[in-house]
C-alpha cells in the first residue's frame, strides 16, 4: 500500500482526510487510487493507521480508518546528520540515502572548507531538498518525515552538540579509534545521536581541533577515505546495525 502523511487536525475517531494537493493529485493522475482502495497514513508524530478510500475529489479525500497502531518502521534511536555543505547535486543523493537508512534530521553546516556557488541563499535549496526527504520517506514507508533543517555556522552546531547522547565525529585523520570501538564501549543505550560529517576537502585542522576538544568521539570508518556524500552513509548503517539490529 501507498503511504501518505497528514496532519493531526485532520483525523478524526473513524475517519481521516487528506488535504495537501500534490498528494491528492498524485493519488488521482499517477496511482490512479479510487473510492475503496486501500492506503496506509501517518501522523508523523507517533501513530500510523491502515485506511479505506471513502471518497475522492481534487480538494480532500477522507478514508475510513480500518487499523490503528504506533510507527512499527522508525528507529528508536534519534541520529541527527551534521552535513558540511557539499557541492551542488550531491545533498540530495546524502539525503534521500540517509532518510532510507533511518535519518531522524539533517542540519547542513557551513565549514572553513564549504564552497558557496550561491551567495549564501539556501532558501530555496532547503525548500528543495525537503521534497527529496517527503518523497524518500514514502517510498520506505517511515513513520516520520525527517527535518532539512535551516543551515548553521560551525560554531553554532558546536553549540547544540551537548544536547546528543552520543556524538560521533568521523575524520580521516583518526587511525586507531574506530567507530565500531565506540559504539561498543557504550554503557547505555543511547535514545540521540550526532554524526558530523565534513565537506568535499574534511574539515580544517582548527575545526577538527575544536571537535576533539569537546565531548565528540574521534572515529575512523575503516582503511579508506570517504567521499562526503558517503561517509554520512556509511557511519549511519554502522550505528543502526550496531544500535538497533
Known amino acids: 500500500m501507498s503511504r501518505f502523511f ?9 475517519t481521516i482526510k487528506i488535504t495537501d494537493k500534490q498528494d491528492i493529485q498524485h493519488m488521482m493522475k499517477v496511482l490512479r487510487l479510487r473510492e475503496g482502495d486501500r492506503i496506509d497514513i501517518s501522523d508523523s508524530v507517533k501513530w500510523e493507521y491502515e485506511t479505506e478510500i471513502l471518497s475522492m475529489n481534487k480538494e480532500v479525500v477522507e478514508a475510513i480508518i480500518l487499523d490503528k497502531q504506533k510507527f512499527t518502521n522508525e528507529p528508536f534511536l534519534k541520529v541527527t546528520l551534521f552535513q558540511g555543505i557539499p557541492k551542488q547535486g550531491k545533498m540530495e543523493f546524502i539525503i534521500q540515502k540517509t532518510v532510507e537508512l533511518g535519518i531522524y534530521e539533517i542540519v547542513p ?14 532558501s530555496k535549496k532547503i525548500e528543495r531538498w525537503q521534497k527529496v526527504s517527503d518523497e524518500g520517506v514514502k517510498q520506505c514507508k517511515r513513520g516520520i518525515i525527517p527535518a532539512i533543517c535551516q543551515p548553521l555556522a560551525f560554531r553554532q552546531m558546536l553549540g547544540l552538540l551537548e544536547g546528543f547522547d552520543l556524538v560521533l565525529f568521523p575524520y580521516e585523520n583518526e587511525e586507531r579509534r574506530t567507530i565500531k570501538d565506540a559504539l561498543r564501549e557504550l554503557e547505555h543505550q543511547p535514545e540521540t545521536a550526532a554524526i558530523i560529517i565534513g565537506p568535499e576537502g574534511g574539515f580544517s585542522d582548527k575545526e577538527a581541533e575544536q571537535l576533539k576538544q569537546i565531548r565528540s568521539q574521534c572515529v575512523t570508518l575503516g582503511k579508506t577515505t570517504l567521499r562526503t556524500e558517503t561517509a554520512g552513509m556509511a557511519a549511519l548503517a554502522m550505528v543502526m546495525y550496531e544500535l538497533e539490529l
Open 6 to 14: 497528514t496532519t493531526d487536525d485532520n483525523i478524526g475517531d473513524k
Open 109 to 122: 553546516v557551513f565549514t572553513d572548507r564549504t564552497i558557496v556557488t550561491d551567495n549564501g541563499n539556501f
